[in-house]
T-cell receptor, first 109, second 117 residues
Framework: EDQVTQSPEALRLQEGESSSLNCSYT??????LFWYRQDPGKGPEFLFT???AGEEKEKERLKATLTKKESFLHITAPKPEDSATYLC??????????FGDGTTLTVKP | EAGVAQSPRYKIIEKRQSVAFWCNPI?????LYWYQQILGQGPKLLIQ????????DSQLPKDRFSAERLKGVDSTLKIQPAKLEDSAVYLC???????????????FGEGSRLTVL
């Protein structure tokens, strides 16, 4: 059974304090790993797709990396507007997407 | 490009009553998904359609949940009868297949929040 585990469950940072979120996965046949951002009362919004170990993607203060067992979402010098829940999802060769339970990030000014 | 539309945004019902949610995906997206998101958890797939055929409904509680996608466009998710544990946000998403121009990511609607009393 495909499994996705995200840690920590919650993360509180001061503005400008860099950190990383972790997504570890166990799947049979990874087709892609996705990161989404979810604001309260909204649906998840796509951030990145990673396909193979060693791949990296960047967008503003966010950088996602992928190994054979886990992915990291690095947040550099975060701002309060980066506060949200970050969800990781794996898509398998069977075309199935499984989500983790997310990390809720709070950035204090 | 218009996003995924869902309605209603909020619904409060008593247990054993029925409820229906509607979703209109992004134009041209062949794949449509219904997810259940319980507070504090990630989205859990209920059913996946490819055009108007079911690809995966292995986690749909078929004794009370049903879904259809007529003409391969709009979709409706129904719960009858509802239980207390069905209180959640029901998210609809659509996607293009992964190809040179698309990564296969999901585009979500804003969700329908159900409270069962």
């Amino acid at each position: 059974e495909d499994q996705v585990t995200q840690s920590p469950e919650a993360l509180r940072l001061q503005e400008g304090e860099s950190s990383s979120l972790n997504c570890s996965y166990t799947v049979s046949g990874l087709r892609g790993l996705f990161w989404y951002r979810q604001d309260p009362g909204k649906g998840p919004e796509f951030l990145f797709t990673l396909y193979s170990a060693g791949e990296e993607k960047e967008k503003e203060r966010l950088k996602a990396t992928l190994t054979k067992k886990e992915s990291f979402l690095h947040i550099t010098a975060p701002k309060p507007e980066d506060s949200a829940t970050y969800l990781c999802a794996v898509n398998t060769n069977a075309g199935k997407s499984t989500f983790g339970d997310g990390t809720t990030l709070t950035v204090k000014p | 490009e218009a996003g995924v539309a869902q309605s209603p945004r909020y619904k409060i019902i008593e247990k054993r009553q029925s409820v229906a949610f509607w979703c209109n995906p992004i134009s041209g997206h062949a794949t449509l998904y219904w997810y259940q998101q319980i507070l504090g958890q990630g989205p859990k797939l209920l059913i996946q359609f490819q055009n108007n055929g079911v690809v995966d409904d292995s986690q749909l509680p078929k004794d009370r949940f049903s879904a259809e996608r007529l003409k391969g466009v709009d979709s409706t998710l129904k719960i009858q009868p509802a239980k207390l544990e069905d209180s959640a946000v029901y998210l609809c998403a659509s996607s293009h297949p992964r190809d040179r121009e698309n990564t296969g990511e999901l585009f979500f609607g804003e969700g329908s929040r159900l409270t069962v009393l």
